[in-house]
């Protein structure tokens, strides 16, 4: 069966330090990969896609990137964060197919200080 | 822009009661999932609805998709407090590979 592994669950970093969370999924092949943040309480937010290695979509204009450096791993990086960077971030993968559903990995909460 | 309005926002209610959350768009989607997420969670599939005028059935939970795939609804019968949760609807278009998030419903049930 497929999992997802995203790590660190809990993070607090100074403002101006950088920032690396990292998601890897087991169990399939070239899934498609996505980044959200999530307010609380309220919708996700998508910051990048990935359907293929070294192929990243940005969606919102900011200060973070993101990467795919092997088939089943997506990296969200900074160099420099800010405070308005705190969030409850969320890595996702799905199959090729848009209809299938998503599945999300247990989320990080990121505080910035 | 596509948006997909889903509301209430917020609600609270008793134990036993009746509820339903709406998510609405002017677009057309092949398909409209429905999520569920608890606190420090991801959130996690309850359903995908495919045809227009389409009904499915979860236990007490009843989701249909609109006749002319533009719009879903969510209703829970005789609400447990198992069902507080954020419930998110998401569609999806063939052409994309992204999905289209609601804002999201936070629901409470008091016991």
């Known amino acids: 069966s497929q999992t997802i592994h995203q790590w660190p669950a809990t993070l607090v970093q100074p403002v101006g330090s950088p920032l690396s969370l990292e998601c890897t999924v087991e169990?399939?092949?070239?899934?498609?990969l996505y980044w959200y943040r999530q307010a609380a309480g309220r919708g996700l937010q998508l910051l990048f896609y990935?359907?293929?290695?070294?192929?990243i979509s940005s969606e919102v204009p900011q200060n973070l990137s993101a990467s795919r450096p092997q088939d089943r791993q997506f990296i969200l990086s900074s160099k420099k964060l800010l405070l308005s960077d705190s969030g409850f971030y969320l890595c996702?993968?799905?199959?090729?197919?848009?209809?299938?559903?998503?599945?999300f990995g247990d989320g990080t909460r990121l505080s910035i200080l | 822009t596509q948006l997909l309005e889903q509301s209430p926002q917020f609600l609270s209610i008793q134990e036993g009661e009746n509820l339903t959350v709406y998510c609405n768009s002017s677009s057309v989607f092949s398909s409209l999932q429905w999520y569920r997420q608890e606190p420090g969670e991801g959130p996690v599939l309850l359903v995908t609805?495919?045809?227009g005028g389409e009904v499915k059935k979860l236990k007490r939970l009843t989701f249909q998709f609109g006749d002319a795939r533009k719009d879903s609804s969510l209703h829970i019968t005789a609400a447990q407090p198992g069902d507080t949760g954020l419930y998110l609807c998401a569609g999806a278009r063939d052409s994309n590979y992204q999905l289209i998030w609601g804002a999201g419903t936070k629901l409470i049930i008091k016991p």
């Open positions: 169990g399939t092949s070239n899934p498609n």
């Open positions: 990935s359907v293929g290695i070294g192929q």
């Open positions: 609805v495919v045809t």
């Open positions: 996702a993968w799905s199959e090729w197919d848009s209809n299938q559903p998503q599945h």
